[in-house]
């Protein structure tokens, strides 16, 4: 089914159910057996895969890209650019007990992972935790605390073992916590400058 909402158009499969109150941008593809719950707002330009679940609220930026088996619960924010990668997992509550429910927003942790950030596949991000721009999280790490700039994690708990250029190439700066450092990505020629555990684009 194409969907024409005002001058944006979109496409969702037939498979999938968009609720009432909920944005998409112009571009965006939602493919078969998802379900985007009511009050989400998602950006231009994104690819949403299988079986991907868009909770109440959520918020996606442009051209995000969402492989299979994903559930994007409330209190998650996704700026553009975010790659999740298949069977990932967030979550919002940070004690769930089945006998003491805890629902609704004021229970939700928020998550929030910043633009061009990729998180790994069957990676899990503990809610109330913060991506930083561009970072990259490995496949299977587990993410217990914020996660700066340009970091490479890996394992569980995940620990930052080196960083990545915008454009994904490994950068050759150490993962020591208090060097300064500068570097050159050999890929994009894009440079870095490290102070500790602190990198930005120069
Ligand atoms: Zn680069």
């Known amino acids: 089914m194409e969907t024409i909402v005002g001058k944006q158009k979109h496409f969702v499969h037939e498979s999938s159910y968009v609720d009432e109150n909920v944005q998409i941008g ?14 989400a707002k998602i950006g231009k330009n994104c690819s949403i895969g299988q079986n991907v679940n ?10 995000v890209k969402i492989q299979n088996n994903v559930s994007i619960y409330e209190g998650v924010i996704l700026e553009d650019y975010v790659f999740c990668g298949p069977s990932m997992v967030f979550t919002n509550i940070l ?3 089945s006998e003491y429910p805890q629902r609704g927003s004021e229970f939700y942790k928020k998550t929030l992972i910043k633009r061009g950030a990729s998180l790994g596949a069957n990676s899990t991000i503990i809610c109330g935790n913060m991506i930083g721009k561009c970072a990259f999280i490995g496949a299977g790490a587990v993410i217990t605390k914020d996660i700066p700039d340009y ?12 960083w990545m250029c915008a454009c994904g190439k490994k950068l050759s700066l150490s993962d020591d ?3 300064d450092e500068a ?3 050999d890929k994009c020629g894009r ?11 120069v």
Do not use: M
Not at 26 to 39: A, D, L, M, N, R
Not at 54 to 63: A, D, M, S
């Open 26 to 39: 112009e571009g965006t593809k939602i493919w078969h057996f998802s379900h985007v719950q009511s009050g």
């Open 151 to 162: 970091a490479l994690v890996v394992g569980n708990p995940a620990k930052i073992i080196g």
């Open 54 to 63: 868009i909770g109440n609220n959520v918020i996606i930026g442009n051209n």
């Open 95 to 97: 004690n769930p007990r």
């Open 191 to 201: 440079n870095y400058e490290k102070k500790g555990l602190k990198v930005k684009e």
């Open 183 to 185: 570097a050159k990505c």
């Open 177 to 179: 916590r208090d060097s």
